[in-house]
């Protein structure tokens, strides 16, 4: 929240502050910005400000907290590639598991994982080590409710990551029950998304190890597809259907 008050500070030095309805800026004060329109405009200026990268870096995350737009993680990703050269990891991922582990909505940050740093194979293994793998002997330890919070976030929007560099965790998270439900998500998702990734014997394996409700939705047809040896929908046009046929 301290971060979330310096953003708001900032904004309001730009002349942009909040009113009941959206926000405002002092050079258009008649015209209601959305939260998307406040990201796309400013965001990406927190980087040129004078303060060390570590200190963009926090303040661009207040401004994340604040406005709850997917679009300033897309600005924290582009400062992260541009010229200036990557950004302080520490805070980085800081920054990010922060996030994972807070009870609220986090959509905005679970999806810049999904559709940027787990699709793109450059960064998918490092990003994903730095948000669960690393962390996911200590999960299962302590089993504290933010790190299981952490855990089933990022286990749901795991699809994408390659399938060598997820399954020791996927393997590791399956001892802890209340991770089930993530990570029959996750490998649904590995199934199902066009970049997902898995080997069909392995993630059959784990899907027979988990503790799922028997009427789980698609459960059924997840095992009967991997049964069949198929790694991803898009590369098996029609299997899902027949699975559906089968099953029903």
């Not at 029950?177 to 784990?206: K, M, N, R, T, W």
Request: glycine share 6%.
């Amino acid at each position: 929240m301290e971060m979330q008050a310096v953003a708001r500070r900032w904004l309001a030095d730009q002349g942009v502050i909040q009113v009941r309805d959206g926000w405002v800026s002092d050079k258009k004060p008649g015209l209601l910005l959305t939260a998307n329109q406040v990201a796309h405009s400013w965001a990406g200026d927190v980087f040129a400000e004078d303060l060390d990268a570590a200190d963009q870096l926090r303040l661009t995350f207040g401004l994340l907290d604040l406005l709850g737009d997917y679009w300033v993680t897309c600005e924290i990703r582009f400062a992260n590639e541009g010229a200036e050269g990557a950004l302080p990891v520490d805070v980085l991922w800081d920054g990010y598991r922060e996030r994972l582990e807070a009870d609220r909505d986090v959509e905005a940050v679970t999806y810049s994982l999904w559709v940027d740093w787990f699709e793109d194979h450059t960064t998918s293994a490092t990003a994903f080590a730095e948000v669960l793998g690393n962390d996911i002997d200590r999960v299962v330890v302590e089993r504290s409710e933010d790190l299981l919070r952490r855990a089933r976030r990022v286990l749901e929007c795991s699809g994408p990551v390659r399938w060598t560099v997820k399954e020791p965790t996927y393997r590791t998270a399956v001892r802890v029950p209340a991770l089930h439900s993530a990570l029959f998500q996750g490998i649904l998702a590995s199934f199902h998304d066009v970049y997902g990734d898995l080997e069909p014997a392995a993630a059959l394996a784990l899907l027979d190890q988990l503790d799922l409700p028997a009427n789980t939705q698609h459960l059924a047809e997840l095992r009967h597809v991997l049964a069949a040896g198929h790694k991803n929908h898009y590369r098996s046009p029609g299997a899902w259907d027949e699975a559906v046929r089968a099953c029903s």
